[in-house]
């Protein structure tokens, strides 16, 4: 069976320069993350925090998102709910309207992109503008993000000089990094004149204070949240936490496992729209609580720890998987393993089951996510609910990979294990028709040597060694 | 007769220590601290508990098949270090295939058998990290809330992972009569991040005298066979043994060993096909033939 992914995986295996372009910026973020966590006593403890913190959000998510709405609401932050992806994009644009603006300032948001809402406003006739310097790169080129923090981490920096002549032939040509990175500010500040709505994701909101936190290094974001007169924050409803005391540890395991940063260059607290006798600020503060399928994911106790990521990327930058494939190649917002965990449950594991296939269960996920989130583990449950079909689980497509033909094998196999008599006959059936075993099993032998079937199998070899077979 | 185990924690060092999947940072930090009370932990061990003289060998269902050589040659090993060494008939395969791809009933139907193998409160030596790992973390995950469940936990207490059980527990010294080599290891994914064993590996390994040990570029990478993972994802599977046979080539070393047959078929079978490359020997082998006298 071939399916979308897997012409997609073999597209992108294809791919030399985009595969060195990730792979050489997955070891930089890889050595920058081990660099920045000196000393691992301290790392545990902080990742002990930070699944404690979380696990806190996600266990007590209902009544935290109450409170968040009450202590915006003092704030003077306006509070919207949106089911899905579809109702928040009609949030922002009722707002837009109401606004009568035709122009957006986006900072970065992997939500927004989760809405789909730069082709939604398009429709509409308003124009997303990306400040971000990835996410400007991704607009240019008309591609979707390849990584959850550095969407344009496929490209390398003469891909971008050439989409920079392309789209500002007036500008002086720019080749270094301080040049490319210089023209983008130009650009970018002019755009900024005159803009009157910000749009912005959220990295935490604080239930009791109710506080917009949000990291970023280019600053576009601050821009993006106090020039305008109008700012709306989009966050999955998952990001909220319980205390302002949980932020400095969440934030520093962030960062770290991220970037490798010790703090990000600006990170901005937001409580609301500029007060009477303050200097600037945006003059209304909207914040949309997205769901779209999160509620669903908490029902089941195992899979809620998918809700506690802090979206750090940590694991796709250490996923074997993930570096060889680039984020395109998954077709999804979120690639790699968390992808590979969310994406099933968020849209279904009959549509998107096989991300949850596509990992060696390596463990190198689990072994840096800041939140402890037991990747592995999920993949293997969600790898059950696709193929097993019980009534009352709350996992969407739940037995919808499941293959009739399949499942008969594996029933096969399992009554063949289970009676070790049997067992033996077969083994020693294969080990004596040795002679007939083909050279070619596919897809085994497509790149590799098949194993050659022993002459005695085990089981005969240690009894005629004279090991005994019981106490 | 009752062997001589008081209580099962002495013959799974490590296991003690780890046992969640992946989730190995918690475990660095329980080995850290152990390291620093290292020297308690082994009074520990020879003032209360007396060494196993009787061993249950669970061969796997690969070197059965694919590896008998490895198999007696780790059986060879323990019997030499004074041990009686039961392999039971019954046993056959630790379930991971159906588990790992999703189909459990029928992994715990595997498992069950597995537990009615090796009834006596012995341990269990694996010569395999990742089965090791199946039958130590996941059985009682799997097999929680049946009936089985309280055998599944102690079975799970007794299993080891043959390298673990040689440097932690038997404390195997080695006398090498090989000449002078160059070996390069691949500790796999469950021998690090699942059990937490690689180090004793690379301790058994060295106390060969003669054997220079290195590990290629990007060590704590996977080799990409992850079992069906190796079928149903063959082209990014094979992107991984790709790479990893490079970097082990790159090391020049003559041997590849590794704790797991897996992913030694994975990379023993890509190498052939590209040619050239290392011999390629399961660590148990590989000690053996470095160990004895009739080589």
Request: aromatic residues 4%; contains cysteine; positive net charge.
């Given at each position: ?81 949106a089911e899905t992806g579809e109702d928040a994009n009609r949030l922002v644009l009722d707002i837009l309207r109401h606004a009568g603006t035709t122009a957006l300032l986006k900072g970065k948001s992997m939500v927004s992109e989760e809405m789909g809402l730069n082709e939604y406003l398009q429709h509409a006739g308003i124009e997303a ?266 996992t969407l497509g739940h037995g919808s990979r499941r293959l009739a033909g399949q499942a008969g094998l594996w029933r096969l196999w399992a009554w063949t294990c289970a009676h070790p008599r049997i067992y033996r006959t077969l083994t020693r059936l294969m080990t004596a028709l040795r002679p007939l075993q083909p050279t070619r099993i ?30 | ?295």
């Amino acid at each position: 069976m071939t399916t979308e992914f897997r012409l997609a995986i073999g597209a992108a295996l294809g791919r030399e320069r985009v595969r060195a372009n990730i792979r050489k910026a997955m070891d930089g973020l890889v050595s920058k993350r081990a660099a920045a966590f000196p000393d691992a006593d301290e790392r545990e403890r902080l990742r002990d925090q930070g699944e404690a913190i979380r696990g806190e959000s996600v266990s007590r998510l209902p009544e935290l998102l109450e409170e968040l709405e009450r202590s915006c609401t003092r704030n003077g932050i306006q509070v919207h709910w949106a089911e899905t992806g579809e109702d928040a994009n009609r949030l922002v644009l009722d707002i837009l309207r109401h606004a009568g603006t035709t122009a957006l300032l986006k900072g970065k948001s992997m939500v927004s992109e989760e809405m789909g809402l730069n082709e939604y406003l398009q429709h509409a006739g308003i124009e997303a503008v990306e400040t971000d310097l990835g996410e400007l790169i991704i607009q240019l080129a008309g591609e979707a993000p390849s990584h959850i923090i550095a969407p344009a981490i496929h490209k390398d920096r003469a891909e971008i000089a050439a989409l920079f002549r392309e789209h500002y032939p007036d500008q002086p040509p720019a080749e270094r990094i301080e040049e490319l990175t210089a023209l983008a500010r130009r650009v970018m500040r002019k755009r900024f004149r005159g803009m009157t709505a910000g749009l912005s994701g959220v990295n935490f909101a604080v239930a009791e204070t109710g506080t917009l936190c949000l990291v970023e290094n280019e600053g576009n974001g601050r821009l993006c949240t106090t020039l305008p007169d109008l700012h709306i924050a989009v966050m999955g409803i998952e990001k909220v936490v319980a205390r302002l005391d949980q932020i400095p540890p969440l934030l520093t395991l962030l960062t770290r496992s991220a970037t490798g940063q010790p703090i990000t260059t600006y990170v901005n607290f937001i409580s609301g729209p500029r007060r009477p006798g303050e200097q600037d600020g945006p003059r209304a503060v909207h914040l949309i609580l997205l769901d779209n399928g999160r509620s669903r994911i908490r029902l089941d106790p195992e899979l809620s720890a998918t809700l506690r990521c802090i979206r750090c990327a940590a694991c796709m930058n250490h996923c074997p998987v993930y570096t060889r494939l680039g984020g395109h190649a998954y077709g999804t917002v979120y690639p790699g393993p968390i992808g590979s965990i969310l994406e099933p449950q968020l849209h279904g594991l009959a549509e998107r089951g096989e991300m949850a296939e596509a990992s060696s269960l390596c463990g190198a996920c689990a072994e840096v996510c800041p939140v402890r989130i037991p990747i592995p583990r999920l993949l293997n449950r969600l790898r059950f609910e696709a193929v097993n079909a019980q009534a009352d689980s709350p996992t969407l497509g739940h037995g919808s990979r499941r293959l009739a033909g399949q499942a008969g094998l594996w029933r096969l196999w399992a009554w063949t294990c289970a009676h070790p008599r049997i067992y033996r006959t077969l083994t020693r059936l294969m080990t004596a028709l040795r002679p007939l075993q083909p050279t070619r099993i596919k897809p085994w032998t497509d790149t590799r040597e098949a194993p050659r079937i022993a002459d005695q199998d085990l089981h005969r070899q240690a009894r005629a060694a004279g090991f005994t077979d019981r106490l | 007769m009752r062997p001589d185990v008081e209580s099962p924690p002495h013959f799974q060092p490590s296991g003690t220590l780890s046992g969640t999947i992946g989730e190995s940072g918690r475990r660095t930090r329980l080995v850290r601290g152990r390291a620093a009370g290292d020297t308690v932990d082994r009074a520990r061990t020879t003032e209360h508990l007396k060494m196993p003289n009787t061993v249950y060998f669970f061969g796997t269902c690969l070197i059965d098949l694919l590896f008998p050589r490895t198999g007696l040659a780790a059986m060879r090993l323990l019997e030499r270090a004074g041990l009686r060494v039961i392999f039971p008939q019954g046993q056959t395969c630790c379930g991971q295939p159906a588990y790992n791809t999703g189909y459990r009933d029928e992994a715990r139907r595997v498992a069950r058998a597995q537990l009615d193998a090796f009834p006596e409160s012995l341990p269990v030596v694996v010569p395999s990290a990742s089965c090791a790992g199946m039958l130590k973390v996941h059985y009682p995950l799997l097999l929680a809330g049946t009936a089985d469940a309280a055998r599944a936990d102690a079975f799970a207490g007794r299993v080891v992972e043959l390298t673990d059980f040689l440097t932690r527990v038997l404390d195997l010294r080695l006398t090498d009569r090989g000449p002078p080599i160059r070996v390069a290891v691949h500790n796999s994914c469950s021998s690090r991040r699942e059990l937490g064993v690689a180090d004793a590996t690379m301790e058994l390994l060295r106390r060969l005298a003669r054997v220079e040990l290195v590990e290629p570029e990007r060590a704590h990478e996977c080799c990409g066979f992850g079992g069906t993972f190796a079928i149903k994802q063959p082209e990014i599977s094979a992107a991984m043994a790709a790479d990893k046979t490079s970097a082990v080539a790159a090391t020049g070393a003559a041997v590849l060993v590794s704790q797991d047959c897996g992913c030694l078929m994975n990379l023993g079978g890509t190498f052939a096909r590209r040619g050239g490359g290392p011999v390629i020997k399961h660590v148990a082998e590989f000690i053996w033939e470095r160990t004895s006298h009739d080589d």
